[in-house]
């Protein structure tokens, strides 16, 4: 049997999927678009689990981290114990995680079985895409599987797959990757309307765009149960896709996915019951992306801080570094202690247009790497000021914790002017449905041959010193704009 084929016989076994005319088509290979995975993997035989080609062992472990997220979600999105104050939003994710379970096991054996098929199905095709083009492969193999010559629309009707089924699989695999791309802070909120408004991409639902958008229609004035499903499958596989490629699924990647789900949870249940028209749709997320963007700035502080401040450590092992920089790891990691950063954001009154330009900014995952080199700058500077203390007998336990203070306030509002800066220069940009881009490569790379650049945005220089820094740096971010 192809090794494909095997992984995806072995899950179907494994969940009890199979039936006789499924296990033959199986073993015998016949799948709709097999020669391109085929062709695409390179596959010479072995396990894909062992493959050499990453693409291949990718492919092999979103199916598996399928099947066990049909089982028991969960089993992969495992949430941390209630503490540091987050009782209630824990309790939250929890309950949504036991509904999302529910619903997977819910309903008519028969349909139960179709539903955790197609998730199956859906893992297969992820990313057939990139037989295409890796960069838009979500959009590629939706097409690919969308526009279906008629043998593949056929064997695809022989596995269980029928016509409309066929639509609603492409629109899993259109956006495959649209919550992790909300995860590392690459888009906003706005990404979704493409998802939740049926009129924009007809075919990722079962009614017609006509009864989509007329009041009698059933789905279009009150609750779409479909749309719901299709809204859990999504997140699923998603996350399929992320736990597959990340090694390690940390607590802090369960709370992130499930901060978003939880978020966008509510737009889909409603998005055909209140919300038939694009701009009141679009308002919605509008209004979703600017509340979330305290949480976007919370998720690239606590990054860039994390790894600046673990570079930090291990650039300088003498005694005396050692010593602070130890401490200021401790301080740093404790998933509670970033909390002082965010309300230093919320304390620096900001203009009003800021959120509502930020929601608008997408790609801010490229400037990440800045972010921990000017974490790991001010966490140097924090080293130098306090040994200065020490040697002038000002040093001490309370000095360091006012120290931590006052680099957490310089690093959070340094950050920030800079956003601030980038998004008043190009105002025009941020209309309403349209997004920004920010690409940060180059200046990552001239902070790397230019520490003196990081060193002058910190303040250490001087006020003027620090304002020329951002000059330079927003020569360096390359902008361009996109609508959804």
Not at 190 to 195: C, P
Not at 283 to 297: G, N, Y
Not at 299 to 307: D, F, P, S, Y
Not at 434 to 441: N, S
Request: hydrophobic share 40%.
């Amino acid at each position: 049997m192809n090794a494909y084929v095997q992984v995806l016989y072995d899950a179907f076994n494994d969940l009890g999927l199979l039936d006789d005319e499924l296990k033959r088509r199986l073993q015998a290979g016949k799948l709709p678009h097999i020669k391109v995975l085929n062709n695409f993997f390179g596959w010479r035989g072995g396990s894909p689990s062992k493959a050499r080609r990453p693409d291949l062992c990718h492919f092999y472990l979103v199916v598996r981290k399928m099947s066990e997220l049909i089982k028991d979600p969960a089993s992969i999105i495992k949430l941390p114990p209630c503490q540091h104050g987050e009782l209630q939003e824990l309790q939250e994710y929890r309950k949504l995680l036991s509904g999302l379970r529910d619903r997977l096991e819910g309903g008519e054996p028969e349909e139960q079985k179709k539903c955790k098929r197609h998730l199956l199905w859906a893992a297969f095709y992820h990313d057939i895409g990139k037989a295409i083009e890796r960069a838009r492969h979500g959009a590629e193999g939706a097409d690919m599987i969308k526009d279906s010559h008629a043998e593949d629309r056929a064997l695809f009707q022989a596995v269980g797959i029928d016509h409309t089924e066929i639509f609603r699989l492409a629109g899993l695999i259109r956006f495959h990757d649209y919550f992790g791309v909300l995860a590392t802070g690459e888009a906003s909120y706005l990404l979704f309307m493409e998802v939740f408004f049926p009129s924009t991409n007809p075919f990722f639902y079962i009614e017609p765009l006509r009864d989509a958008l007329s009041g009698g229609a059933s789905g279009a004035g009150g609750q779409c149960y479909e749309d719901e499903r299709f809204f859990d499958h999504l997140f699923l596989l998603n996350v399929a896709d992320i736990a597959a490629s990340v090694g390690v699924f940390t607590e802090e990647k369960a709370l992130v996915l499930m901060h978003d789900y939880a978020r966008l949870y509510p737009r889909i249940r409603g998005s055909r019951r209140k919300a038939r028209y694009l701009d009141v749709m679009a308002a919605r997320l509008q209004e979703d992306s600017v509340a979330h963007t305290f949480e976007r700035i919370r998720r690239l502080l606590r990054e860039g801080v994390r790894a600046g401040v673990r570079a930090g450590v291990d650039q300088k092992p003498g005694e005396e570094d050692a010593s602070t920089r130890g401490d200021a790891r401790v301080h740093f990691f404790a998933p509670e202690d970033i909390q002082p950063v965010i309300r230093t954001l919320a304390g620096l009154n900001l203009p009003s247009s800021f959120y509502d330009a930020f929601a608008s900014t997408a790609k801010l995952d490229y400037g990440l790497t800045f972010v921990k080199m000017l974490a790991a700058n001010f966490v140097d500077n924090m080293h130098r000021q306090y040994w200065e203390d020490v040697r002038a007998g000002k040093g001490g336990g309370a000095a360091l914790l006012d120290l931590k203070h006052d680099y957490r306030h310089d690093m959070a509002s340094t950050l920030i002017r800079l956003l601030v800066t980038i998004l008043s220069n190009y105002g025009p940009l941020t209309e309403r449905r349209t997004r920004i881009y920010l690409e940060f490569k180059d200046l990552n790379d001239r902070t790397r041959t230019n520490p003196e650049l990081l060193r002058r945005m910190t303040g250490m220089a001087g006020n003027f010193k620090q304002q020329e820094a951002f000059k330079k740096a927003l020569d360096s971010v390359f902008i361009w704009k996109a609508n959804p």
